[in-house]
């Protein structure tokens, strides 16, 4: 295990005092009173929780994601450890050290693809050390996934998390982001991503979130995929207790493909809430956005879709579609797509369901002698097989199988 321990250079000094400056001047969204934010109430939201600096990535407990990886890079509080060893061509590393080590890049990339006019990407931007820095050089063929891990030590802290991941062109790799606690107790997680996939690259990308489920998460993920390059991302949303999450892919060349595929599974009083942004700037640029969801108990989610094409972009096809199903009758989902289409040659669709179990089926199947429980999990099941069924069969398919079905585990208990 190799622990990282870099100063800031002055390129991220700068950004850091200028990030500061921003969000002083920023105005703090209010329920109900900024677009976007009509469904996620900030007002128990504890900022003045102190920023989490000591951590051992050491202690972070063994999960199945990262089982495999050829190098998985662990942050808990400041403190950021890598074990394994890069293939050629790839480069993982902190963040901050890749701002000295690799300041073309980093200075090239970083910030540009979030919203810096977001009030919590600005605080991540104040805020973060450490980090995750993943570059794969131009044709390499990474053969074994990357793990990027953040680790929240411990609750009443605030953990920023900041990834920047460059797949240069005609590269292959397979990235797996991490998101865990080590307690129950409240925290705040404030993780900022964004994803830069080169001309003809193919890039699989797996985001899991697994924090404590009174642990608020606010934070951004962004991609941007070049011509003829290929982004199939996999987010799973499995624990958290209330927040908001920005999911973005933008399409920038010509044959440009985005696949996203996104499992949540909620229970108790989890609020998730997921904005998901398709934007093609680019003709002949293909996105498929899934998006389902499991709620039990009290639990809401929320997920708003945009498909925005720009002038020009023609014969693009997009779709995007949320099916949510409610396991208890005290659960409550919203599903809101939306098209911003400036082009006349395209194909958009989009889709939107959610449901309660269906009785007759449950009859139907308790009729057969399965007790009530291993019914409605067997419809559970059959629901969740279409996200599992979007991968290709292989360990990448049976991962996100594996993290699904332990969470179920859990909401239907």
Same mark, same amino acid.
């Not at 950021?80 to 901050?96: F, M, N």
């Not at 956005?289 to 639990?299: C, M």
């Given at each position: ?21 921003? =969000? ?11 677009? =976007?934010?009509?469904?996620?109430? @900030? ?14 990535? =050491? ?39 890749? &701002? ?50 953040? $680790? ?15 797949? !240069? ?40 979130? !697994? ?11 962004? %991609?941007?995929?070049?011509?003829? %390059? ?15 999450? $920005? ?8 044959? %440009? !493909?985005?696949?996203?595929?996104? &499992?949540?599974?909620?229970?108790? #009083?989890? $609020? ?11 003709? #002949? ?12 108990? #009290? ?32 659960? $409550? ?17 989009? %889709?939107?369901?959610?449901?309660? @179990? ?9 009729? #057969? ?5 291993? &019914? ?17 069969? =292989? ?17 239907? &208990?």
């Amino acid at each position: 295990m190799t622990q990282v321990v870099s100063a800031p250079s002055v390129f991220l000094t700068d950004r850091r005092a200028a990030a500061g400056e921003r =969000g002083r001047a920023l105005e703090f969204p209010s329920y109900r009173g900024r677009p =976007g934010w009509e469904f996620t109430s @900030l007002e128990k939201l504890d900022l003045s929780l102190p920023v989490a600096v000591e951590g051992d990535p =050491g202690q972070a407990p063994e999960i199945a994601e990262a089982d495999g990886a050829v190098v998985t890079l662990t942050q808990s509080g400041e403190q950021v450890d890598i074990t394994g060893t890069a293939p050629d061509g790839v480069t993982v590393t902190s963040l901050t050290e890749a &701002a000295n080590s690799h300041p073309e890049l980093v200075e090239q990339y970083l910030g540009t693809l979030v919203d810096e006019e977001d009030v919590f990407v600005t605080r991540n931007d104040a805020l973060w050390s450490g980090g995750a820095f993943v570059h794969v050089a131009r044709g390499t063929q990474v053969d074994g996934p990357i793990a990027l891990r953040v $680790h929240q030590p411990a609750a009443g802290q605030q953990q920023p998390f900041r990834v920047l991941v460059v797949i !240069e062109d005609g590269a292959t790799a397979e990235v797996r982001e991490l998101w865990d606690s080590a307690d129950d107790g409240e925290a705040i997680l404030l993780p900022v991503t964004e994803i830069i996939v080169g001309h003809g690259a193919h890039l699989r990308y797996l985001s899991v979130q !697994e924090v404590s489920e009174k642990t608020w998460i606010l934070g951004a993920q962004r %991609a941007a995929v070049a011509g003829s %390059a290929v982004l199939d991302w996999a987010v799973l949303g499995l624990g958290g207790g209330a927040g908001r999450v $920005h999911l973005d892919v933008t399409l920038d060349g010509e044959g %440009a !493909e985005a696949r996203v595929t996104g &499992a949540t599974a909620t229970r108790g #009083r989890q $609020h998730l809430d997921y904005a998901t942004k398709q934007i093609h700037t680019a003709p #002949r640029s293909v996105s498929d956005l899934a998006f389902r969801g499991i709620l039990n108990g #009290r639990s809401t989610t929320v997920w708003s879709g945009m498909i925005e094409v720009v002038p020009g972009a023609q014969k693009i096809d997009a779709f995007q579609e949320s099916r949510n199903l409610l396991v208890s009758k005290k659960a $409550h989902a919203d599903a809101i797509p939306g098209l911003e289409i400036l082009a006349n040659d395209v194909r958009c669709t989009h %889709a939107a369901a959610i449901s309660q @179990l269906d009785t007759d089926q449950q009859f139907y199947l308790q009729s #057969r002698g399965l007790d009530e429980t291993a &019914a409605k999990r067997l419809m559970i099941e059959g629901f969740l097989t279409a996200t599992v069924q979007r991968f290709d069969e =292989g360990p990448f398919r049976d991962l996100v199988a594996g993290a699904i079905d332990r969470r179920l585990e859990a909401v239907l &208990a």
